[in-house]
């Protein structure tokens, strides 16, 4: 009748798909929400009951709970419904949403602007997309949300002026560098800001997330490597913290648009050349004229 498929689970954020296959009726009465969430529905429609106060629920809205939420699901026809429900601890959500954890119980309307973006989050997670871009995009996901719940409400912590946000971009390049196995939540303890907060500046300023910092950090790695004469691209992949040599064939072409194999011979050839080249003296002092 019910079917959950949990898509991601780490660092305070649980991404689950949701399918109800429940026939035309009224739903069981007592039901108890035992988490935060925010479910956004695909497919289908159904009445949702909160404490006695009933909302229309269907693919232009979404709804939130808060745990011990008395609710009922009714289900006007027989086709049932499908949902994608992001969990959020209750440490995360107070980053998204202020210290006040109880979350709106009315449908929320969803712009095509978001709807878009949860379907794209689902889609990423069916192929099994990286780990901390999925949580990153769950995160944006949610806040994006919240804020056009209560435009008001701003997380406290955030550094306002231009010259803050680029100090809190550039410490976090600079500890990718050092350790780009470190998730985004890590990333934000150390800054002292929220997830959320982090990754809108980081992007805002570099022109691409946190979780693609880090692939084209890897890639570069890789590509380092690889023109150095590495040829196991398993043990490549291991050590750069990547699930298998697939994976590491599809960051570095997503990355320079070749696989491995293609770019071997020609950094191999280029790496080479580069060796036997007669080093000549440097003068940093002399001027180029034209």
Known sequence: M?????????????????ACRHRRGRGLTGEQAGAHAIVFIRRGCFVRSVDGVEGTLDPTVAYCMNPGEEQRYDHPHDHGDDCTSLVLHPTLLASLWGEEEKLPSEPLPTSREIDLEH?????????DGEEHELFERAITLAARMLEQADPRRVASGRPASSHAHR?????????LAASP???????ARMLAVSP???????RALTGHTV???????????????IAGGERNLARLASDLGLADQSHLCRVIRRETGSPPSALRGLLASAARESRSAPSRPMDRTRRVTP
């Open 2 to 18: 019910l079917r959950a498929l949990t898509f991601l689970s780490r660092d305070g954020v649980e991404i689950c798909d949701i």
């Open 196 to 202: 959320h907060h982090l990754s809108r500046v980081f």
């Open 167 to 175: 100090a809190l971009a550039d410490g976090a390049r600079e500890i």
């Open 211 to 225: 979780s693609r910092h880090r692939m084209r950090l890897r890639a570069r790695d890789a590509l380092e490597r």
């Open 119 to 127: 379907r794209l989050l689902v889609s990423a997670a069916r192929r």
């Open 181 to 187: 196995e470190r998730s985004l939540p890590e990333l």
